[in-house]
């Protein structure tokens, strides 16, 4: 028998269960509530006043419970540091793709051990935040040995690894050959360690018809595709991404018309990283107009050295109310329930019976708080498939 544990004196729990109707709203709110926690699953969700026994008891203190976030884009797997490089944006110097090169290097530099316990650093930062599902993607090896090994470390933290060899054509070969060996070799040495494959679709970086070759190659050999697109200019990787039917494109900066009515055709999510707009001053994307269109948006935080080097998907949060006009209950909802569909997932970013044990405890009477008070630490207790992570 599993351990069971009754989290008890919830006053707002956000449990994102479209199975309790209308009353509880968008983020299926139940107020004075409890949860029971059996395992890894959560057994049970209701009134305080009518929650079951079980081995522990947790008192809420009129605290709220949300499901844990879900950030389904990172780069975690790299060395080294790229602050200088911030320091000249904020004085003027714009985000270019070219900077991964530099990354590239410390990282190829670092040994198996560096790049582990940096990440398990990072993971650990986001869980300490209430992150409780992630995707890592690798990106900054470009040759086949380095994505692999990215992969195999990234692996170790997470299922949702995706092979990202196609960050950037490396210094030292042309594009056509870097093609050929993402979609060959590389992608044989990548494809055991990671569920998806991306591509970063850019000026500077790969254009539709690379992209297209790229994920295509990616699928014949298992691995499920995603996409940046339309993060710095304008193109065509938003439309490329819905016309395959990928369950996420990410970026959506600088999108036209053809593009929103591409994403609202194909219901391919729309993963936002503003995040990124704050770390590079871009101008943020138009969650609202997608929103009002009927687009579904996920909220991510891309975290990584250059354009955004944040891990709180509560600032992604803050930044989407404050910046992109979501309401506070659709940006939570963005970086839980949505970011578990944008990454194929329906076990996580729900609390409901059967789904997995992810919540964080609040230090806050209400998850609006996350926004209300961009920058504090509110997170104040973490479960992670059941297990108290931080308490
Ligand atoms: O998602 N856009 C491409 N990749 C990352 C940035 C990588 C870097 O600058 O090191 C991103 O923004
Ligand atoms: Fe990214």
Not at 30 to 38: F, I, K
Request: aromatic residues 6%.
């Amino acid at each position: 028998m599993s351990t069971t544990t009754v989290i008890t004196g919830i006053g707002e729990l956000v449990t994102n269960d479209v199975e309790r109707g209308e009353e509880g709203g968008l983020l299926g709110i139940v107020r004075e509530a409890a949860v029971v926690l059996e395992g890894a699953r959560v057994a049970w969700v209701g009134p305080a006043a009518d929650a079951p026994d079980a081995d522990v008891q947790v008192d809420a203190g009129g605290r709220a419970v949300i499901p844990g976030f879900v950030d389904s884009h990172s780069h975690l797997v790299f060395a080294g540091d790229r602050s200088a490089e911030f320091e000249a944006r904020m004085t003027g110097e714009p985000y270019t793709a070219g900077g991964i090169r530099t990354t590239v290097a410390r990282t190829r530099a670092a040994s198996d051990e560096q790049l582990t316990s940096h990440v398990g650093r990072l993971v650990a930062e986001m869980r300490a935040q209430g992150t409780t599902t992630l995707e890592i993607k690798s990106g900054y090896g470009l040759s086949v040995h380095d994505e692999a090994r990215s992969l195999a470390v990234a692996r170790q933290f997470t299922d949702e690894t995706t092979f990202l060899g196609a960050h950037v054509v490396p210094a030292d070969t042309t594009p056509e050959d870097y093609v050929d060996l993402v979609t060959g070799p590389m992608l044989a040495a990548a494809a055991p360690h990671a569920r998806w494959i991306d591509v970063f679709c850019e000026d500077g970086a790969f254009d539709v018809d690379q992209a297209r070759a790229i994920l295509a190659a990616g699928a014949d050999s298992g691995l499920r595709g995603r996409l940046h697109a339309n993060q710095l200019t304008y193109g065509g990787g938003v439309r490329l991404a819905c016309e395959l039917g990928l369950v996420a494109v990410d970026h959506c900066t600088f999108l036209a018309g053809d593009d929103v009515a591409a994403l609202v055709s194909s219901g391919t999510i729309a993963t936002l990283l503003p995040g990124v707009e704050f770390s590079t001053r871009q101008p943020y994307p138009d969650a609202r107009g997608l929103l009002d269109a009927g687009v579904r948006i996920a909220l991510a935080s891309d975290c990584n050295p250059g354009s955004c080097f944040t891990s709180s998907m509560a600032l992604c949060i803050a930044l989407a109310v404050r910046e992109m006009r979501m309401s506070p209950a659709e940006a939570l909802h963005a970086a839980t329930a949505v970011g578990a569909a944008a990454l194929g997932r329906d076990d996580v970013g729900v609390l409901a019976p059967g789904r997995a044990a992810d919540l964080v405890l609040l230090d806050a009477p209400s998850y609006v708080h996350l926004a209300y008070r961009p920058g504090v630490p509110l997170v104040a207790g973490v479960w992670q498939a059941g297990r108290p992570v931080l308490r």
